[in-house]
Structure formats: C-alpha cells, structure tokens
C-alpha cells in the first residue's frame, strides 16, 4: 500500500484547504482511511476517518463541523476539506490507513503518507 498525501501550504486564519491522501497497492474497500495531524513539540493526533466501504466518518473535537474527509472511488483518492481554518491547526498532516474499523490512535494504522505541511498564519 502506498499513500501520497498532497495540498499544504500557507493559509490565513479564516481560509481554506483541501488536503488529498492517493492510495494504491491493493483495493481498499475493507479498509479505513485516517488524517493524523502533528505540531510542533506535539504528539501526532487524530483528526478525521472514514470507512471506505460505507463512507461512516469520525471527527476529532476540535475540527468537528470545521473539517470534511471524503473519498473518491474512482480516483482511490482521500480528501479532507478543511475551512475555518485556526493557527492552531498548524501541524504537518499524514493520511494513514489500516485494514479494519477505525482507530482514534496512530498505532493501529499499518501505513503511512509521507505528510504535508498546513500552515496557517493569525
């Protein structure tokens, strides 16, 4: 399984960016695919899911109603929308799959893009 995660870069607070996560290597229709975001001196994090099969989605807190994660069939492709965005979402973000349910957790997610950095300037 290879991920290829794409869309950082520089953004004012308030704005927007829609962050991509290309999958290949192996059908995914079993699989669940993640966002993990990590800051600065932070832990990485839980930011989005969503279950390829069924398209059930789960949200950290503190991106609820802010964040949108979808996926493309034909493309094999993760997307997560992001508006209203905060300095504090600031971090270098991951997508991350795994084969089964979701996990709020990094340690369950077998693999791993490379990360793209969101900054997002006050």
């Known amino acids: 399984v290879q991920l290829q995660a794409s869309g950082g870069g520089l953004v004012q607070a308030g704005g927007s960016l829609r962050l991509s996560c290309a999958a290949s290597g192996r059908p995914f229709s079993s699989f669940t695919m993640a966002w993990f975001r990590q800051a600065p001196g932070k832990e990485r994090e839980f930011v989005a899911a969503i279950i390829w099969s069924y398209g059930s989605t789960r949200y950290a807190d503190s991106v609820k109603g802010r964040f949108t994660i979808s996926r493309d069939n034909a493309k094999n492709t993760v997307y997560l929308q992001m508006n209203s965005l905060k300095p504090e979402d600031t971090a270098v973000y991951y997508c991350?799959?795994?084969?089964?349910?979701?996990?709020?957790?990094?340690?369950?997610?077998?693999?791993w893009g490379q990360g793209t950095l969101v900054t997002v300037s006050s």
């Open positions: 991350a799959a795994r084969d089964g349910g979701i996990f709020y957790t990094r340690a369950p997610y077998g693999y």
